[in-house]
C-alpha cells in the first residue's frame, strides 16, 4: 500500500438532481478522511451563492475541512474580504485563492477597478483578515494565458511569497512535465507543496476540450487507448481508473505524496482509484454525516 493523502474538487449543483448526486459523492468519498475537500467558484463568481451554501452545508453536517473556492473576478475588494470574514467567523480555515476566469463573452480578462487584481493579491488581502491555510494554482505546462514558462514562475513565487502554503496543479497526463515543472519550482525557490490535480476521466471527449481551454497536454497513447470507446461507458471506466492509478504511482516513485482529484461531483472513479492506492476508510475516518 501507499502512504499518501488525498482531497477532493466539487462544484455547486444547478438543481435539485445535480444536488442529491453531489451528496452522494460527499458521502462516499469522506471516509477516505481526505486533507481538505474545496468547491468551485464559477466564473465572474457566477456561482457565489451556491458555493457559499455547499461549504456551509459541509461544514456543518459533515466532519470534513471544506475549502471554498475565491477568486478576483467581478467584484470589489471590500466585498471579496467580507467574504473571507465570514468564511472565518463560520469556522472556515481554509480558501483556494484563485484570480478566476472571466466570462465566456468576455475578451480576456480585465482586472475589476476596486478589485484585486492577480491571485497573489488575493492571497495577501486573506492574510491582512485572518491566518488561512491557502491554496493557489500551479501550471506545469504553463498557463495559457502566461508570456513565458519563466513569467508563468514568478507568477507562483509571488503567490507563495504573499502567504500561500500549497499550490495545486492543473490537470495532466504527462508526469514527466509534472516531474520538470517541481524541478523548475525548487530552482525559482519556491518551497511550498506541490500538489499534483488528478482528472478521472469520465468522457474523453469532454477532457479533450478541458485541455484545450487549458493548455493541458493530451498524449497520443491516450487517444488510443480511449479510441472507439465512445458509446461504452463501462470499458471507459475501467481504462479511466487504470490510467489514473497508473499515474499516481509513477509519481509515488517521484516522491510525491499528496494529490488532488477533480471529481466532477462524482465518486466512483475517485473512490476506486484511491481503494486501489491504499487510500481507504479507518475506524477514525470523518463520518459523512454528523452524529
Same mark, same amino acid.
Given at each position: 500500500?501507499i502512504?499518501?493523502?488525498?482531497?477532493?474538487?466539487?462544484?455547486?449543483?444547478?438543481?435539485?438532481?445535480?444536488?442529491?448526486?453531489?451528496?452522494?459523492?460527499?458521502?462516499?468519498?469522506?471516509?477516505?478522511?481526505?486533507? $481538505?475537500?474545496?468547491?468551485?467558484? !464559477?466564473?465572474?463568481g =457566477?456561482?457565489?451563492?451556491?458555493?457559499?451554501?455547499?461549504i456551509?452545508?459541509?461544514?456543518?453536517?459533515?466532519?470534513?475541512?471544506?475549502?471554498?473556492?475565491?477568486t478576483?473576478?467581478g467584484?470589489?475588494?471590500?466585498?471579496?474580504?467580507?467574504? +473571507?470574514?465570514q468564511?472565518?467567523?463560520?469556522?472556515?480555515?481554509?480558501?483556494?485563492?484563485?484570480?478566476?476566469?472571466? #466570462?465566456?463573452?468576455?475578451?480576456?480578462?480585465?482586472?475589476?477597478?476596486? !478589485? $484585486?487584481?492577480?491571485?497573489?493579491?488575493?492571497?495577501?488581502? @486573506?492574510? =491582512?483578515?485572518?491566518?488561512?491555510?491557502?491554496c493557489?494554482? *500551479?501550471? #506545469?505546462?504553463?498557463?495559457?494565458?502566461?508570456?513565458? +514558462?519563466?513569467?508563468d514562475?514568478?507568477? @507562483?513565487?509571488?503567490?507563495?511569497?504573499?502567504?500561500? =502554503?500549497? +499550490?495545486?496543479?492543473?490537470? &495532466? &497526463?504527462?508526469?514527466?512535465?509534472?516531474?520538470? $515543472?517541481?524541478?523548475?519550482?525548487?530552482?525559482?525557490?519556491?518551497?511550498?507543496?506541490?500538489?499534483?490535480?488528478?482528472?478521472?476521466?469520465?468522457?474523453?471527449?469532454?477532457?479533450?476540450?478541458?485541455?484545450?481551454?487549458?493548455?493541458? !497536454?493530451?498524449?497520443?497513447?491516450?487517444?488510443?487507448? &480511449? *479510441?472507439?470507446?465512445?458509446?461504452? *461507458?463501462?470499458?471507459?471506466?475501467?481504462?479511466?481508473?487504470?490510467?489514473?492509478?497508473?499515474?499516481?504511482?509513477?509519481?509515488?516513485?517521484? !516522491?510525491?505524496?499528496?494529490?488532488?482529484?477533480?471529481? @466532477?461531483?462524482?465518486?466512483?472513479?475517485?473512490?476506486?482509484?484511491?481503494?486501489? @492506492?491504499?487510500?481507504?476508510?479507518?475506524?477514525?475516518?470523518?463520518?459523512a454525516?454528523?452524529?
Amino acid at each position: 500500500m501507499i502512504d499518501i493523502d488525498v482531497s477532493f474538487e466539487f462544484f455547486p449543483p444547478n438543481d435539485a438532481a445535480m444536488e442529491a448526486t453531489l451528496w452522494r459523492s460527499v458521502e462516499r468519498l469522506a471516509p477516505l478522511a481526505p486533507r $481538505f475537500v474545496s468547491v468551485t467558484y !464559477g466564473a465572474d463568481g =457566477s456561482t457565489r451563492e451556491r458555493t457559499h451554501k455547499l461549504i456551509t452545508r459541509i461544514q456543518r453536517e459533515t466532519q470534513l475541512t471544506a475549502a471554498p473556492h475565491l477568486t478576483c473576478i467581478g467584484a470589489p475588494r471590500a466585498e471579496i474580504l467580507a467574504i +473571507a470574514e465570514q468564511y472565518w467567523q463560520e469556522g472556515i480555515r481554509h480558501i483556494v485563492a484563485l484570480r478566476g476566469d472571466p #466570462p465566456r463573452e468576455a475578451q480576456g480578462y480585465v482586472p475589476h477597478a476596486d !478589485g $484585486f487584481a492577480y491571485a497573489s493579491d488575493l492571497v495577501a488581502g @486573506l492574510k =491582512s483578515v485572518a491566518d488561512f491555510d491557502i491554496c493557489v494554482a *500551479a501550471y #506545469p505546462e504553463v498557463h495559457p494565458e502566461a508570456a513565458s +514558462a519563466q513569467f508563468d514562475l514568478d507568477n @507562483l513565487k509571488r503567490k507563495i511569497d504573499a502567504g500561500a =502554503s500549497r +499550490a495545486i496543479t492543473q490537470f &495532466f &497526463f504527462d508526469t514527466a512535465a509534472f516531474c520538470r $515543472f517541481r524541478e523548475a519550482c525548487a530552482r525559482e525557490r519556491i518551497d511550498a507543496t506541490i500538489v499534483p490535480g488528478i482528472l478521472p476521466i469520465t468522457r474523453f471527449a469532454q477532457v479533450c476540450s478541458f485541455a484545450a481551454r487549458c493548455g493541458a !497536454g493530451i498524449p497520443a497513447w491516450m487517444h488510443k487507448r &480511449f *479510441a472507439g470507446l465512445d458509446d461504452d *461507458a463501462e470499458t471507459r471506466r475501467l481504462i479511466a481508473a487504470a490510467v489514473a492509478i497508473e499515474q499516481v504511482q509513477t509519481l509515488v516513485r517521484e !516522491g510525491v505524496r499528496e494529490f488532488h482529484f477533480y471529481t @466532477l461531483n462524482r465518486a466512483e472513479l475517485s473512490y476506486a482509484i484511491c481503494h486501489a @492506492l491504499g487510500v481507504r476508510p479507518s475506524v477514525a475516518a470523518p463520518q459523512a454525516l454528523a452524529q
